[in-house]
């Protein structure tokens, strides 16, 4: 059948790479894409909150399966608009409806679905522009640090642990008064600070039944140690030691079922991935956000490792027979490397010219890349994602920064810690 993957980051390219390996896919587009996407399937110029010319080009080219990379289509009611056009309604979309997005589109949201759902997280209290005076009141009573999140999407940067009542008073005030994030601050949570460690968790269901992929630990701060400000990733790793079996048998008891639970009970039409990022706090789970998409750069560790049928997975979803299937993970370690634009987070320049000297067995995501005239040139800040596979975090790491070596542009940044602080766990 014919596919349309909406996106144009590094999960878009390795889901595409993953997706094409399907007999299930006999012609797969992706919107807008980039310069790896194009390597595997054909790039449709359409932008991903377009709705309207993806519905177009879905009628015109018989696609019966929509793939939703990214949030904000999501946020913004793809699925919605689809399901209310005739045209439309009867193609799969593996992605939630406008109400089931805001699990991620309003960190408020999910925080009160949480709560209703008796589903372990930190505490917090939300407020307005309206509500200044109080929140800086509210910031006095909290232990230091302090988590200030932004309400809305704010791609992945609207989270800001702040170590004194000072600074977090002063950044309360720059997100509501100032709008330091734009519209996503419109709202704020200021939350309890949890000490542990994080990991990301991956639940794809139909609504009523659910497999879990291979969890990962993502990098989110720019500098080494975890240190500045964060960004949407700078790396990855699959698995992820410390998750052991009793953990994950908690994750699975005292998140996801509840999770699926408290969907169905609130009536959310939910088809698609759940991504719940978690800070292990003593062995135990708490969820620290909801996204309804996979990670950006997770997705680069976590399918490699998956040996199913990737399209055979979302056609189960969209016809709610996922019960039928389980997820096989190989067992290997997985590590990516995102390298970026000089500069990033913050202001970074395009269209540096990319040298690229990699073998066909090695693993080169791409996220802001673009072509011009046969030149390879970088179109945002996280331009690649490198991954290596290997039968431990030394192996697979060595070999993602073997294969970095081989690239160059002028700028270029990446971060050389990627995995050093699980090798204090168990080795895998």
């Given at each position: 059948?014919?596919?349309?993957?909406?996106?144009?980051?590094?999960?878009?390219?390795?889901?595409?790479?993953?997706?094409?390996?399907?007999?299930?896919?006999?012609?797969?587009?992706?919107?807008?894409?980039?310069?790896?996407?194009?390597?595997?399937?054909?790039?449709?110029?359409?932008?991903?909150?377009?709705?309207?010319?993806?519905?177009?080009?879905?009628?015109?080219?018989?696609?019966?399966?929509?793939?939703?990379?990214?949030?904000?289509?999501?946020?913004?009611?793809?699925?919605?608009?689809?399901?209310?056009?005739?045209?439309?309604?009867?193609?799969?979309?593996?992605?939630?409806?406008?109400?089931?997005?805001?699990?991620?589109?309003?960190?408020?949201?999910?925080?009160?679905?949480?709560?209703?759902?008796?589903?372990?997280?930190?505490?917090?209290?939300?407020?307005?522009?309206?509500?200044?005076?109080?929140?800086?009141?509210?910031?006095?009573?909290?232990?230091?640090?302090?988590?200030?999140?932004?309400?809305?999407?704010?791609?992945?940067?609207?989270?800001?642990?702040?170590?004194?009542?000072?600074?977090?008073?002063?950044?309360?005030?720059?997100?509501?008064?100032?709008k330091k994030f734009g519209d996503a601050s419109t709202k704020v949570l200021i939350e309890e600070f949890l000490d542990g460690i994080e990991l990301s968790v991956f639940v794809l269901t139909d609504g009523k039944h659910y497999v879990c992929f291979p969890e990962a630990k993502d990098y989110k701060r720019i500098g080494e140690k975890d240190t500045g400000p964060n960004t949407g990733g700078m790396g990855a790793v699959s698995p992820v030691p410390f998750a052991n079996k009793d953990f994950r048998n908690k994750v699975d008891r005292q998140v996801i079922q509840p999770t699926i639970a408290g969907l169905a009970k609130e009536k959310i039409d939910f088809k698609g991935f759940i991504f719940i990022g978690l800070m292990n706090v003593g062995g135990n789970p708490f969820v620290i956000e909801y996204n309804v998409r996979l990670g950006d750069p997770e997705t680069q560790v976590i399918l490699p490792r998956i040996e199913n049928d990737l399209v055979e997975l979302f056609e189960a979803t969209v016809n709610g027979n996922l019960d039928q299937y389980s997820v096989k993970t190989k067992n290997e370690v997985a590590a990516t490397v995102v390298l970026v634009s000089g500069g990033y987070p913050e202001k970074y320049e395009k269209g540096k010219t990319i040298s690229m000297n990699s073998s066909n067995d090695e693993m080169v995501f791409h996220a802001g890349t673009r072509m011009d005239n046969g030149r390879l040139l970088t179109d945002g800040g996280r331009v690649l994602a490198v991954t290596g596979i290997g039968d431990s975090i030394e192996g697979a790491t060595k070999k993602a920064y073997k294969t970095i070596s081989t690239i160059s542009w002028d700028g270029l940044y990446f971060r050389k810690d990627i995995g050093k602080d699980l090798l204090n766990y168990t080795k895998i």
């Open positions: 059948m014919n596919i349309l993957l909406i996106g144009n980051g590094g999960r878009e390219h390795a889901l595409a790479w993953k997706m094409t390996q399907s007999s299930r896919c006999e012609k797969l587009y992706v919107a807008p894409g980039n310069a790896g996407t194009a390597l595997v399937a054909e790039n449709v110029s359409i932008a991903v909150d377009d709705f309207k010319n993806l519905g177009r080009f879905c009628v015109d080219n018989n696609i019966r399966l929509v793939v939703v990379g990214p949030e904000v289509p999501l946020v913004k009611g793809i699925r919605n608009y689809f399901e209310n056009d005739s045209t439309l309604s009867g193609i799969g979309i593996v992605g939630p409806d406008q109400t089931g997005a805001q699990l991620e589109g309003s960190k408020d949201f999910s925080k009160q679905f949480m709560l209703r759902h008796g589903i372990p997280t930190a505490k917090a209290k939300t407020f307005n522009a309206a509500q200044v005076e109080e929140g800086l009141t509210y910031i006095k009573t909290c232990q230091t640090p302090i988590v200030l999140k932004a309400d809305g999407l704010a791609a992945g940067k609207g989270v800001v642990i702040c170590p004194t009542h000072s600074e977090a008073g002063t950044l309360l005030q720059d997100m509501l008064t100032n």
